[in-house]
């Protein structure tokens, strides 16, 4: 019989890759994952990843154990999360994150009446910035976000959509853009963009910091930022541009800085996050209250 750490470690360093992260993630020691890895691999009877000096790849019976053993497990921490939640009532502490101010007015709004419903359960709002948001909810610091879509990730689930909203492009108030009404998603081909930081999904940086335009042509890649507020200053020095939602031009005003519409673009996106293994009642509950809070108001 297969012991729970081991189950865990292997599954979480199958989507990792990393040691170091598969520790930090299941909050124990590298010794501790590398020792339950060969444990497991003892039992099986074969390797279960290749191991080199830069790199930690499945091995394709790896691969197989971790696609039959996943949905299974999601399965039995989903129930296992439920029951006890159904058995202690909402109560404990939530904790919850965004990024950006207008995502936090929309949080604010959403505990709120998540507090209507169940008063015994705490929720701790906290601003993630870029670069955190992933980490933070993989290694469990926080229970569930509120971010852009598409998040496209192992072990992450999201909700429905909660915000659609146009897309603009950020520009250097002396850009040649700034003056214009309207760029089309083509005009891209012309200038230097500005990246997300690579701790959040390739889906996430795909769609909003494509490689090339629709027709095929390449765009430049610039610097990278870890903040939101990085990246403006990034613009405003005329480093780069980036693609940012219509909620920006009132939460961000900044004299170094012009938003201009991208109006051929799809609408930007946005809607909860949460870990697949941590679908608990309570973080369900708090995206039905987010989902019916904008319901209410359309």
């Known amino acids: 019989m ?3 750490h081991e189950l865990e470690a292997f599954l979480t360093l199958a ?20 020792q339950a890895i060969r444990k497991l691999e003892r039992r099986v009877g074969v390797p279960l990843f290749t191991r080199t000096s830069r790199r930690v790849e499945l091995s394709p019976v790896g691969r197989r154990l971790y696609e039959d053993l996943r949905p299974a497990w999601t399965t039995i921490t989903t129930a296992l999360a439920w029951a006890i939640d159904t058995g202690r009532g909402f109560t404990g502490t939530l904790r919850v994150c965004f990024t950006g101010a207008a995502a936090g007015q929309l949080l604010v709004g959403a505990t709120e009446r998540f507090g209507q419903r169940h008063p015994d359960c705490e929720v701790r709002i906290r601003e993630a910035q870029l670069g955190e948001l992933m980490p933070w909810l993989q290694g469990g610091e926080v229970d569930i976000a509120l971010a852009t879509f598409p998040v496209r990730e192992p072990g992450i689930d999201s909700g429905p959509v909660l915000v659609s909203e146009a897309r603009f492009l950020a520009v250097p108030t002396g850009h040649p853009f700034a003056g214009r009404d309207s760029v089309s998603v083509e005009d ?16 996430l940086r795909a769609d909003r910091t494509p490689a090339t335009t629709p027709a095929g042509h390449p765009i430049r890649t610039g610097r990278s930022a870890a903040t939101f507020q990085e990246m403006l200053t990034l613009i405003g020095a005329g ?60």
């Open 2 to 4: 297969l012991e729970r």
């Open 239 to 298: 480093h780069g541009v980036f693609p940012v939602g219509a909620n920006v031009r009132r939460y961000y005003a900044r004299p170094d800085v012009a938003y201009v519409h991208l109006h051929d673009a799809p609408p930007l996106q946005w809607g909860m996050l949460w870990r697949t293994d941590n679908a608990t009642a309570r973080v369900r509950a708090f995206s039905d209250a987010a989902h019916d809070l904008i319901s209410a108001h359309r």
């Open 15 to 34: 989507e990792e890759l990393h040691f170091g992260r598969t520790a930090e993630r299941l909050r124990v020691s590298t010794a501790r994952i590398s």
């Open 188 to 203: 891209l081909a012309t200038v230097t963009m500005l990246q997300l930081p690579d701790t959040l999904p390739e889906s």
